[in-house]
């Protein structure tokens, strides 16, 4: 009977660490996810305003590689102007 007992009271234990674990699991990732107070970074605004803009996240992403292109092509030129000076 001793050992019964102490098995239940292992297990109810255990069950309780669990339960306490995903608890604080779960407050901290809700933390994470919750809308940005007024001290939010520049960048959150900039994304959520480009957002606002474009109406969907999709323009937002398509607009972001745009400009990720034009970067690309813009560093390009200048290298094969670099080269072509040397």
């Known amino acids: ?6 098995r239940a009271l292992l297990s ?5 660490l669990v339960v306490f674990l995903v608890m604080k699991l779960s407050a901290s990732q809700m933390r994470t996810l919750a809308p940005a ?3 939010a970074s520049a960048a959150t605004s900039a994304a959520a305003s480009a957002v606002n803009r474009s ?3 999709t323009n937002a992403a398509q ?3 745009q400009r990720v292109q034009q970067a690309i092509d813009q560093g390009a030129a200048q290298r094969a102007e670099d080269a072509a000076s040397r």
Request: hydrophobic share 45%.
């Open 55 to 57: 109406g969907t996240s």
């Open 1 to 6: 009977m001793g050992v019964n007992m102490m």
């Open 63 to 65: 607009q972001a590689a």
């Open 37 to 39: 107070g007024p001290g």
């Open 12 to 16: 109810v234990t255990t069950l309780l």
